[in-house]
């Protein structure tokens, strides 16, 4: 890895909490119609407070509007930012519990991890191939039952090596060598 590599991180323009809450924004006028303060700090389990502050921040970005009547909008970057997350959301989300048998609870909560770092490119990657391996092509079939084959010979259980050591710290042994 290079040593510059992990600066990236940082100039990340979608952090995990705008992630949440344009999210949250359009997840709320999809159903209701609106968002208002209140609303998003509900969705999200947070203070109306600390939802302020933030929605204050996301509005001095040009992510957020807000409408004579208080209710919050999405500007065109802020919807972009949203839908993207979203769809890498699902792509994640998939890859996870249905690929690799994460269970659904733990799946949930490595998607939310990855949702926002994840780039544009990797996801979109990822997602063809998600679609190849639930296709009928007889390469995709052969690489499901391999994994399956894999899986079964652990018992069903992913979360070990057949050594017994946790399957990451197996994983990154095997990348070094």
């Known amino acids: 890895m290079s040593t510059d590599t992990w600066k990236e991180f940082e100039h990340n323009p979608v952090?995990?909490?705008?992630a949440h809450h344009v999210?949250?924004?359009?997840?709320?006028?999809?159903?209701?119609?609106?968002?208002?303060?209140?609303d998003v700090a509900k969705v999200l389990n947070i203070t109306r407070g600390s939802a302020s502050l933030t929605l204050k921040s996301?509005?001095?970005?040009?992510l957020v509007l807000e409408d004579?009547?208080?209710?919050?909008?999405?500007?065109?970057?802020?919807?972009?930012?949203?839908?993207?997350?979203?769809?890498k959301r699902l792509v994640m989300r998939k890859f996870f519990s249905e690929v690799l048998s994460v269970p659904?609870?733990?799946?949930?909560?490595?998607?939310?991890?990855?949702?926002?770092?994840?780039?544009?490119?990797?996801?979109?990657?990822?997602?063809?191939?998600?679609?190849f391996l639930g296709s009928e092509?007889?390469?995709a079939k052969a690489f499901r039952e391999a994994w399956e084959d894999?899986?079964?010979a652990r018992g069903g259980d992913s979360s070990t090596s057949p050594t017994g050591a946790p399957d990451g710290l197996d994983a990154t042994r095997e990348v070094r060598e």
């Open 68 to 87: 004579e009547n208080r209710f919050l909008l999405l500007s065109d970057e802020g919807q972009f930012i949203a839908d993207s997350v979203r769809g």
């Open 58 to 62: 996301l509005k001095q970005k040009g």
């Open 150 to 152: 894999l899986h079964s």
């Open 15 to 18: 952090s995990h909490s705008v």
């Open 137 to 139: 092509d007889p390469k």
């Open 23 to 38: 999210v949250a924004i359009a997840n709320l006028r999809e159903k209701s119609g609106y968002a208002r303060v209140s």
């Open 104 to 131: 659904a609870d733990q799946a949930e909560v490595d998607t939310c991890k990855v949702e926002h770092l994840i780039s544009e490119d990797a996801a979109h990657r990822l997602a063809m191939f998600l679609r």
